[in-house]
């Protein structure tokens, strides 16, 4: 069992930043693979970046070159830093997890993963 617990989201400018948290619980958090994704009203959820166990990461191109995503297996705690956000960054972005490896082919599709955060609302305004 995992409970994941986004923060940080909130309203910001364009060009401007916000880190967003997921504090996970969990004794096996390190063998996880992890994700943000995202949904706009009315859109699908999105996959925005994701975080195997081995570290390795993979980014949505339309966030390539602005967001980071990291973790820390000490304080289980994972994070997804944005920069330059645009007006089409906001939504409202989940933290997941699934108990293990994902397909690569598979690593931004929602149904992959088990366990999901309650939220995070950001609003990037022009």
């Known amino acids: 069992q995992v409970l994941l617990v986004e923060s940080g989201g909130g309203s910001v400018q364009a060009g401007g930043s916000l880190r967003l948290s997921c504090a996970a619980s969990g004794s096996t958090y390190g063998r996880y693979s992890m994700a943000w994704f995202r949904q706009a009203p009315g859109k699908e959820r999105e996959g925005v970046a994701t975080i195997a166990s081995d570290g390795s990461t993979t980014y949505a191109d339309s966030v390539k070159g602005r967001f980071t995503i990291s973790k820390d297996t000490v304080t289980k705690t994972l994070y997804l830093q944005m920069n330059s956000l645009k007006p089409e960054d906001t939504a409202m972005y989940y933290c997941?997890?699934?108990?293990?490896?994902?397909?690569?082919?598979?690593?931004?599709?929602?149904?992959?993963?088990?366990?999901w955060g309650q939220g995070t609302q950001v609003i990037v305004s022009s």
């Open positions: 997941v997890a699934h108990p293990g490896s994902v397909a690569i082919g598979r690593l931004r599709d929602p149904r992959a993963y088990f366990y």
